[in-house]
């Protein structure tokens, strides 16, 4: 009787745990498919781009760009032509992340969009992209009716470094706006082209702190020692603490270059 009677109790254990792991087991599969599965949340997400409502557009392309996924390519694309421009800004600044090149051709179009700020986020996101036939586009851009346009434009050639864009990036030193002196000089510093040093030395007696500041760092990038006199009188002559304290900064690695 005794070895039945833990017999029986050895076996209502054993369904007990059984039926407990069964329990847990369904409450798991459960739980699973309560939970989206990425490929379902990209889904949903590029159909939300195509959503009546802007502010769901916009907000669907930016979590496509978060989830990089090669299938927003397509459709993000497509959001480049979409009646908002915030829209076609933020398709803009999400192909940026995607960095598929073949977006490039349709933003060196946005590059003629009616918004300037559109103009501006596809100038950018062409530097990004890293493609060298934007050049000529991006070179037209410098002449843009926007500051931010023609800052951006500078940025993005920069960014592609091509020995093709020194000449206009130089004419462009003499903009009217401050901002785009000081992206133009910062562009010149990342091609490293000495053709550069004349025009950045004299933007070193800039009236704008900011403009001053990047061509010091431009020259520095670039490395010519003939700069050396010219930048130590800057620093010397600049009266913004800060400034300076750049500038001498971007002296010491001058002079530091190899030669």
């Known amino acids: 009787m005794k ?36 490929g379902d949340e990209v889904t949903r997400m590029l159909e939300r781009a195509k959503s009546r409502s802007s502010a769901e557009r916009r ?25 908002e421009g915030d829209v076609r800004a933020s398709a803009a600044n999400a192909l940026g992340q995607l960095g598929d090149r073949k977006a490039v051709e349709p933003l060196i179009l946005m590059l003629s969009d009616d918004v300037s700020f559109v103009r501006a986020a596809a100038a950018r996101v062409l530097g990004q992209l890293g493609d060298v036939k934007a050049v000529d586009s991006l070179t037209t851009s410098l002449k843009d009716a926007n500051s931010t346009v023609r800052g951006a434009a500078a940025m993005g050639l920069g960014s592609l470094k091509e020995a093709r864009a ?31 040093l004349d025009p950045l030395v004299r933007a070193l007696k800039d009236e704008y702190r900011t403009v001053r500041l990047a061509a ?28 300076r304290a750049q500038m001498k900064e971007a002296l010491q690695r001058l002079m530091a270059a190899p030669d």
């Open 59 to 83: 907000e669907a392309i930016d979590q496509l760009a978060e989830a990089n996924d090669p299938r927003a390519v397509d459709v993000i694309i497509a959001a480049l032509k979409d009646q």
């Open 3 to 38: 070895s039945c009677a833990v017999h029986i109790g050895l076996s209502l254990m054993i369904s007990s745990v059984l039926s407990l792991g069964c329990v847990e087991a369904r409450v798991l599969r459960q739980e699973r498919a309560a939970q989206p599965q990425k």
């Open 216 to 243: 010091a760092l431009a020259l520095a990038d670039i490395g010519d020692k003939q700069a050396v006199p010219a930048l130590t009188d800057a620093v010397s002559q600049e009266k913004d603490e800060e400034a």
């Open 166 to 196: 020194v000449a206009p990036l130089i004419n462009a030193m003499r903009d009217e706006a401050p901002d785009v002196r000081s992206a133009v000089a910062a562009a010149l510093g990342d091609l490293r082209d000495k053709r550069a």
